[in-house]
């Protein structure tokens, strides 16, 4: 299996693939935080590790939601 710190452009867009709830969930998180292009991509490879803990096949909303957060926390140091 591939590294999630090595998912870049279509790699991740395929190993990370988010469903339409996820998504929404991440274009909210970026206009509201001001998330650059390239934190989103740190974000969704954190919510493909959740996923993978949760021996999910999927990125789910859960885990983008959970992934979210701890960037929050990342932020408030």
Do not use: P
């Not at 710190?5 to 709830?21: F, N, P, S, Y």
């Not at 919510?47 to 959970?66: C, G, K, P, W």
């Amino acid at each position: 299996m591939l590294s999630n710190a090595l998912l870049i452009g279509r790699e991740l867009d395929q190993h990370a693939a988010l469903d339409d709830a996820g998504k929404d969930v991440l274009k909210q998180a970026m206009a509201e935080l001001g998330l650059s292009a390239r934190a989103c991509d740190k974000v969704r490879r954190i919510a493909r590790t959740i996923a993978d803990l949760d021996a999910s096949e999927s990125v789910q909303l859960a885990h983008v939601a959970e992934a979210i957060s701890y960037r929050l926390l990342d932020r408030e140091r």
